[in-house]
């Protein structure tokens, strides 16, 4: 556990992200959920988890994980 700590701190002083990127990333992402859920006839945030979700619900929840996943490429991405 150590050793990650001491990569993890070596790292953050050469890192040139883009955290401006990265936050407009995770907007483009929620606004598609958002269109996901409203073309099924849900309102997103008020569809709890659990084994009865509508599989429709599922799959936007799963296209979130996969947008916000690709996000960090744009987070770490070297920025002017």
Excluded: E
């Excluded at 050469?14 to 606004?31: D, F, K, R």
């Excluded at 099924?40 to 979130?64: E, K, M, Q, R, S």
């Excluded at 690709?70 to 920025?79: F, H, L, Y």
Aim: glycine share 14%; proline share 4%.
């Amino acid at each position: 556990m150590l050793y990650y700590l001491v990569v993890l701190l070596a790292i953050l002083g050469v890192s040139n992200a883009g955290p401006l990127a990265y936050g407009i990333c995770q907007t483009g992402c929620n606004s598609l959920v958002v269109a996901c859920y409203a073309a099924a006839g849900y309102t997103f945030g008020t569809v709890t988890g659990g084994a009865a979700i509508p599989a429709v619900i599922a799959n936007c929840n799963i296209g979130l994980g996969v947008c916000m996943t690709a996000c960090v490429a744009a987070g770490c991405a070297p920025t002017l």
